[in-house]
T-cell receptor, first 113, second 116 residues
Framework: NAGVTQTPKFQVLKTGQSMTLQCAQD?????MYWYRQDPGMGLRLIYYSASEGTTDKGEVPNGYNVSRLNKREFSLRLESAAPSQTSVYFC????????????FGPGTRLTVL | GENVEQHPSTLSVQEGDSAVIKCTYS??????FPWYKQELGKRPQLIIDIRSNVGEKKDQRIAVTLNKTAKHFSLHITETQPEDSAVYFC???????????????FGEGTQLTVNP
């Protein structure tokens, strides 16, 4: 059981470039989430997918898009990266019947120059 | 939406002392309150959680208490050890909604330092 995996681990982009962060879970979880964590701050929800086929905005969705490709995979896309999107991005997942326990991936450290 | 406030932002204790971190939440519908520990450069790890139908939960040296009336919950770590040094996050959510998922709202974190 790999749990929640994310790729890539590190990425450097130039302003205006695009990229997709990948997340996959092998725990048969229904819901998946994308967070960003800025230095010295808590985690802020970008987008989430309560179940396969649905996605919803979180607290800070501007500048991002998501795709729930199937039950296992949930990707986050930056169409035109900006320096303000420099952050650590965490993916998480949960099984609804588990009552909310979220399990996190190892994170992607993104720097936008 | 939910708002979670966490205090203190930094906490320094001597090894063997107790540490207490407090959080308040705003949404009375919140019913699930997890605590995460995050070591430097690592992912947040769930260490303990509590549901609104329980007032206190304990797991070895850590315990969490919940006061629903006052809308606050606390993390207690006893007999602290240097390996307890990390950032601790509280969170709140309304768990169990099949259509909307369990959105966690996090506090801003407490940097706990345990001095040997």
């Amino acid at each position: 059981n790999a749990g929640v995996t994310q790729t890539p681990k590190f990425q450097v982009l130039k302003t205006g470039q695009s990229m997709t962060l990948q997340c996959a879970q092998d725990m048969n979880h229904n819901s998946m989430y994308w967070y960003r964590q800025d230095p010295g701050m808590g985690l802020r929800l970008i987008y989430y997918s309560a179940s396969e086929g649905t996605t919803d905005k979180g607290e800070v969705p501007n500048g991002y898009n998501v795709s729930r490709l199937n039950k296992r995979e949930f990707s986050l896309r930056l169409e035109s990266a900006a320096p303000s999107q420099t952050s650590v991005y965490f993916c998480a997942s949960t099984r609804i019947r588990a009552g909310g326990k979220q399990f996190f991936g190892p994170g992607t450290r993104l720097t936008v120059l | 939406g939910e708002n979670v406030e966490q205090h203190p932002s930094t906490l320094s204790v001597q090894e063997g002392d107790s540490a207490v971190i407090k959080c308040t939440y705003s949404d009375s519908a919140s019913n699930y309150f997890p605590w995460y520990k995050q070591e430097l450069g690592k992912r947040p790890q769930l260490i303990i959680d509590i549901r609104s139908n329980v007032g206190e939960k304990k797991d070895q040296r850590i315990a969490v208490t919940l006061n629903k009336t006052a809308k606050h919950f606390s993390l207690h770590i006893t007999e602290t050890q240097p390996e307890d040094s990390a950032v601790y996050f509280c969170a709140a959510s309304v768990a169990g909604r099949e259509t909307s998922g369990s959105r966690l709202t996090f506090g801003e974190g407490t940097q706990l330092t345990v001095n040997p």
